[in-house]
T-cell receptor, first 113, second 112 residues
Framework: DAGITQSPRHKVTETGTPVTLRCHQT?????MYWYRQDPGHGLRLIHY???????DKGEVSDGYSVSRSKTEDFLLTLESATSSQTSVYFC????????????FGSGTRLTVV | GQQLNQSPQSMFIQEGEDVSMNCTSS?????WLWYKQDPGEGPVLLIA?????ELTSNGRLTAQFGITRKDSFLNISASIPSDVGIYFC????????????FGKGTKLSVKP
């Protein structure tokens, strides 16, 4: 078990409010990722991290920021939530010890009203 | 940018039927992976492929890494109700820890 936890699992927020989603892992794996999943679009990479304070943008990074001040936590922040950011957000981790793919969390369903 | 074209988008299965889906791209990849997502959960890795022409099985699932390195195929034999879900193809670009891109998924449902 790779020990990856996302919180909260569900959230409803109002347009214009800031929102932070948390991804926590228990085994100090190096690489962490945030994806969003939308019908008709599959999984799209928002941001990723190669280590503490080492992050980079993915395909759909506009409107999102991330921080990784500790190996175990990767935070995704929507500075001012919009309805287009209503989605299911998945965190994933990878490392040579985990094999070839990513291990995903169970997701956070975010609704912006 | 790089893109994976996965088809079909959705399909209905009847228990016992074989199922096929595929993923194509205009780009060459060194690793192809197939994931399955159950409702309310994150995707879970089913099969990983590393070499052109490679054929790999995991129980009733068989996947192939296309000869051109631009495509991959997944077959499910003798489907059962628990096969329903969304299947994603994925490919890695860059080195051994390069990022993954994903197809849009194939949703398997049971025939009414």
């Amino acid at each position: 078990d790779a020990g990856i936890t996302q919180s909260p699992r569900h959230k409803v927020t109002e347009t214009g409010t800031p929102v932070t989603l948390r991804c926590h892992q228990t085994e100090n794996h190096r690489y962490m990722y945030w994806y969003r999943q939308d019908p008709g679009h599959g999984l799209r990479l928002i941001h990723y991290s190669y280590g503490v304070k080492d992050t980079d943008k993915g395909e759909v990074s506009d409107g999102y920021s991330v921080s990784r001040s500790k190996t175990e936590d990767f935070l995704l922040t929507l500075e001012s939530a919009t309805s287009s950011q209503t989605s299911v957000y998945f965190c994933a981790i990878s490392d040579d010890s985990l094999g070839p793919g990513y291990t995903f969390g169970s997701g956070t369903r975010l609704t912006v009203v | 940018g790089q893109q994976l074209n996965q088809s079909p988008q959705s399909m209905f299965i009847q228990e016992g039927e074989d199922v096929s889906m595929n993923c194509t791209s205009s780009s060459i990849f060194n690793t192809w992976l197939w994931y399955k997502q159950d409702p309310g959960e994150g995707p879970v890795l089913l099969i990983a492929l590393y070499k052109a022409g490679e054929l790999t099985s995991n129980g009733r699932l068989t996947a192939q890494f296309g000869i051109t390195r631009k495509d991959s195929f997944l077959n499910i034999s003798a489907s059962i109700p628990s096969d329903v879900g969304i299947y994603f193809c994925s490919a890695r670009y860059g080195g051994s820890q390069g990022n993954l891109i994903f197809g849009k998924g194939t949703k398997l449902s049971v025939k009414p």
